[in-house]
């Protein structure tokens, strides 16, 4: 009996301990194989339930299992064409290919309207960029050519940024924004620089991330979301918020952009301090995760822990953590900034955020805009693209 009794417990013991160790696998890395397939398979899930080209994927909101859908104008409608085109890269599948044309190349119709905001990077470069980088076409080379040389047409060389939201000038007595999202569209006007461009593409990128380093990144490598400046002679007037929770707070994504965008500017332009400055973004985000490892929508929401979750910011800062720990040289900073991606996207890929069969989103609980109570706690496309381009960064690295 007694042996009985030892081996009992021996195999109690044994797994726990298998159980551990599958745990703390779970913790530092996804299965990225797995989770691409399971991206792959929702993503043929709803591309089959559609079949207007123009009628795209944006958000799925609390009780609901379908996508809400928005036309080519909107500001997330280049993300569910660069979700078809991930799938394809992670896929191989043609009929997947055949979708990610039908749904890009009516984007070019918001280039038959004025500019009116700076959206254009998320529109074009996730969409016509993605396609011209797997398939090097001629036509949607052109497309973003196009889309840059508009792009540029909103930046104000007194001030050294690209407008924002035009619509904010009179609307909130803005004379000129810009928000820390308009970081992410820089990466459209160093492509257009090097593929036919001129160099005032490239100039424009370096001056607006020159001065958002010194305005929307505030001393202590927070964010602000929004900066605001005199058209007359430049100066920077003062920071507020639009979507985060006071103008001194942290929102997340707004955080998770400024991480990624100088990530990238590091990558364009191999200066230093943009490299230094997305190092120190990472570590204050890295060092303000919650015990559960996803943040919450704003790091200073008073009302944490009975807040919402931000899914969308935790997959933004995973990607561009990502590449941010190939740029870096010390191995100590690579090994960091690794982990703390692969950390957040191993808290993703679980139950509590995939949705599984619930909608047709790969992910549940991002943030859009709460004070504007709008898309809270919310499946967004945004989440799901970056969620699939860490994946597939990740998958590339191992």
């Not at 959206?119 to 470069?125: C, S």
């Not at 499946?379 to 381009?389: G, T």
Request: net charge negative; hydrophobic share 40%; aromatic share 10%.
């Amino acid at each position: 009996m007694k042996i009985v009794k030892l081996t009992v417990i021996a195999l109690a013991i044994l797994i726990a301990l298998a159980s551990c160790s599958t745990e703390k696998k779970t913790t530092e890395a996804p299965d990225t194989r797995k989770m691409l397939d399971y991206c792959v398979a929702k993503t043929v899930t709803t591309m089959n339930s559609l079949s207007v080209a123009d009628s795209l994927p944006r958000n799925i909101l609390q009780g609901q299992t379908q996508w809400n859908k928005v036309n080519i104008h909107d500001w997330t409608s280049g993300f569910w064409p660069g979700i078809l085109w991930y799938a394809y890269e992670a896929s191989g599948d043609e009929t997947i290919l055949a979708n990610a044309k039908k749904f890009t190349e009516p984007l070019q119709g918001v280039l038959d309207v004025p500019v009116d905001n700076h959206d254009l990077g998320f529109m074009f470069y996730c969409s016509f960029g993605n396609g011209n980088r797997m398939k090097q076409d001629l036509a949607y080379h052109q497309v973003l050519l196009s889309a840059a040389d508009s792009l540029a047409t909103l930046y104000n060389p007194k001030v050294g940024t690209i407008l924002s939201w035009p619509s904010m000038r009179s609307k909130m007595n803005w004379p000129h924004n810009t928000i820390v999202d308009n970081m992410i569209n820089l990466e459209l006007l160093f492509w257009a620089s090097k593929n036919g461009g001129t160099q005032s593409h490239y100039d424009i990128a370096v001056k607006h991330a020159e001065t958002c380093m010194k305005t929307i990144v505030r001393p202590d490598y927070t964010t602000l979301h929004v900066a605001v400046f005199d058209t007359i002679d430049g100066h920077f007037i003062k920071g507020v918020t639009h979507q985060g929770y006071a103008d001194n707070s942290m929102w997340a994504r707004g955080q998770a952009w400024g991480i990624y965008g100088y990530a990238m500017c590091f990558r364009e332009t191999g200066k230093p301090e943009f490299l230094e400055t997305a190092q120190k973004l990472a570590d204050v985000f890295i060092q303000r995760l919650p015990e559960d490892g996803i943040p919450y929508w704003d790091f200073d929401d008073p009302t944490i822990p009975n807040t919402t979750k931000d899914a969308s910011a935790a997959a933004i800062a995973a990607s561009g953590m990502l590449e941010l720990s190939v740029l870096v040289k010390d191995d100590a900073a690579k090994a960091k900034y690794k982990n703390a991606a692969t950390t957040l996207l191993a808290k993703l890929s679980t139950p509590e955020y995939l949705s599984g069969d619930k909608n047709q989103a790969f992910l549940m609980h991002s943030t859009g805009h709460k004070p504007n109570g709008t898309e809270i706690d919310a499946s967004i496309n945004y989440a799901d693209y970056y969620y699939l381009e860490a994946l597939l960064r990740l998958k590339k690295m191992e």
